[in-house]
T-cell receptor, first 112, second 113 residues
Framework: QKEVEQNSGPLSVPEGAIASLNCTYSDRGSQSFFWYRQYSGKSPELIMFIYSNGDKEDGRFTAQLNKASQYVSLLIRDSQPSDSATYLCAVSPNSGYSTLTFGKGTMLLVSP | DTEVTQTPKHLVMGMTNKKSLKCEQH?????MYWYKQKAKKPPELMFV???????INESVPSRFSPECPNSSLLNLHLHALQPEDSALYLC????????????FGPGTRLTVT
């Protein structure tokens, strides 16, 4: 059973702080890793993807991947109240298709 | 442009009705997906189409019938649904291949009465 694990939260951070979201996965052959942001009642929005070990930065977001330890993380710098949402970690297994296994999501609350 | 559109936004149907959900993308993607999402749960994959052919059916009941008329369109035909089928139905698309990023449409909120 391929699994993706996330803390459900909520993770509460003050405005301006760094929010750190973590995700572990069980399929060692996984090739691609995604972070989606989902506001209540809305659809998931792709915010970051990473394929190689190391860090990938895009604006206030940094994705970190460590395949040896089978974890991927998302850092959000200078957190804003508008970042308050559920963050879904998704992993694509080594299946030949871009199918996604999602974690259950971490709710982030950024207080003003 | 990473837009996937879905219609309708909301749908209420009785258990004896037949209805269809529609999804469209103009990004040249050759893989399209249907997901079902219940409240406070992650999306669950239902179907995958690759190059207009059904590639994956995640053991979905036959009351859900997908169709991919061309590379831009994806339909989900609904018939004899149950109240527990009420959920947010999400369409996504991507380039074909394993490393491709999936982009989701806004979803159709389905209520079965």
């Amino acid at each position: 059973q391929k699994e993706v694990e996330q803390n459900s939260g909520p993770l509460s951070v003050p405005e301006g702080a760094i929010a750190s979201l973590n995700c572990t996965y069980s399929d060692r052959g996984s090739q691609s890793f995604f972070w989606y942001r989902q506001y209540s009642g809305k659809s998931p929005e792709l915010i970051m993807f990473i394929y190689s070990n190391g860090d990938k930065e895009d604006g206030r977001f940094t994705a970190q991947l460590n395949k040896a330890s089978q974890y991927v993380s998302l850092l959000i710098r200078d957190s804003q109240p508008s970042d308050s949402a559920t963050y879904l970690c998704a992993v694509s297994p080594n299946s030949g298709y871009s199918t996604l296994t999602f974690g259950k999501g971490t709710m982030l609350l950024v207080s003003p | 442009d990473t837009e996937v559109t879905q219609t309708p936004k909301h749908l209420v149907m009785g258990m004896t009705n037949k209805k269809s959900l529609k999804c469209e993308q103009h990004m040249g993607h050759r893989a399209m997906y249907w997901y079902k999402q219940k409240a406070k749960k992650p999306p669950e994959l239902m179907f995958v189409y690759s190059y207009e052919k059904l590639s994956i059916n995640e053991s979905v009941p036959s009351r859900f019938s997908p169709e991919c008329p061309n590379s831009s369109l994806l339909n989900l035909h609904l018939h004899a649904l149950q109240p527990e089928d009420s959920a947010l139905y999400l369409c996504a698309s991507s380039q074909a291949g394993q490393l491709a990023e999936q982009y989701f449409g806004p979803g159709t909120r389905l209520t079965v009465t």
